[in-house]
């Protein structure tokens, strides 16, 4: 459509330098006085002629008259026809968008999508969540639009747009905008809304943790305390530096995750113990840590704990061993 316009723009300039020469050339007329006729020959504006015109000149101007009419006919409806196609195809996307949302349950929102909550949104699709994005920034979400993402245009500090990304159905929010008086916002804003949904807020600025606690975020996370901290540990441990990057980031060579998974009411596993579980030797994996109902965190539990309903496991081992485990636990 764009190339219609442009076409039709091409075709106006050689009009417009066709009737100049023709009337230059066929009535002696100056280069000015030329184009002169030639403007108000195409647009039909009927100003009067320069001086009079001989036959020829007529039959000249007459057909310049229709190929100028021709060529301003062509472009409006060029330009009509894309600013109604694009107006339209805008509308029908949006509309796509809002009812793949409404299908949406246990999703998460993340609210600012900046190079964190980029990298967020990308990990959590990554591991099979579904993931609505709020953010203000036109650019952004014709972005996100192009690429298939759902999303909500506007600000994740009104609560129309919070129920618009579905938070009445959602199993977390993650707030990553830059600003941490929004984030602190955002946290209070959905907790109003939602008192036991999950909230992670990104912290920048000292005190801003206290603060976004204060607000009802259940966990604060501070990007550059993790990477100065991530930077100190490669320096002084760079083995367990690896070891953590092996474990968090394995590749397909090296296949090792560590994962943590709920145990189902009706998980093989319920009432076994560790000892008893197999998981070691059958599935390669080594149970790190429990977290009972409670919130109780046994670290490297002895072999005779029982495995109970609601527990949650934290296990490391290979990749292809964590499915497995998944199954006897009844986890999703």
């Not at 996100?144 to 909500?152: A, I, K, T």
């Not at 907790?191 to 607000?215: Q, W």
């Not at 980031?249 to 093989?268: F, I, N, Y």
């Amino acid at each position: 459509m764009k190339r219609s316009i442009q076409l039709g723009l091409a075709f106006s300039l050689g009009v417009l330098a066709f009737g100049t020469m023709g009337f230059h050339w066929l009535e002696q007329y100056s280069w000015l006085e030329a184009l002169y006729m030639t403007v108000i020959t195409v647009t039909t504006v009927g100003y009067g002629e320069v001086r009079p015109l001989n036959d020829l000149g007529r039959l000249f101007a007459m057909v310049l008259i229709l190929l100028g009419v021709g060529t301003i006919l062509y472009i409006l409806t060029a330009s009509t026809q894309f600013m109604v196609e694009g107006k339209l195809r805008d509308i029908l996307g949006r509309r796509s968008v809002e009812r793949a949302i409404r299908s949406l349950k246990d999703h998460y929102i993340v609210c600012g999508y900046g190079r964190i909550g980029a990298l967020v949104a990308e990990m959590l699709l990554d591991a099979g969540r579904q993931v609505v994005i709020i953010d203000s920034d036109d650019e952004v979400t014709r972005r996100l639009e192009q690429e298939g993402f759902n999303y909500v245009l506007g600000s994740a500090t009104e609560d129309e747009m919070l129920l618009e990304a579905g938070i009445e159905r959602a199993q977390g929010l993650v707030a990553t905008v830059s600003s941490d008086a929004d984030n602190v916002y955002i946290v209070l804003t959905a907790k109003d809304m939602l008192p036991g949904l999950f909230v992670i807020a990104r912290a920048t600025e000292p005190g801003s943790e206290r603060k976004l606690r204060h607000a009802g975020a259940d966990k604060v996370v501070s990007p550059y305390y993790i990477g100065a901290r991530r930077i100190a540990q490669t320096v002084i441990r760079p083995s367990v530096a690896d070891f953590i990057d092996l474990t968090f980031h394995g590749t397909t060579d090296q296949p090792l995750r560590m994962e943590e998974m709920s145990v189902g009411a009706g998980a093989k596993l319920v009432g076994v113990s560790l000892l008893d579980s197999g998981l070691r030797q059958k599935l390669d994996l080594i149970v790190l840590a429990i977290k009972k109902t409670d919130g109780d965190m046994r670290f490297n539990p002895p072999a005779d704990t029982v495995v109970e309903v609601g527990d949650t496991l934290i296990a490391m081992g290979p990749a292809a061993s964590m499915s497995k485990l998944a199954k006897l636990l009844g986890s999703d």
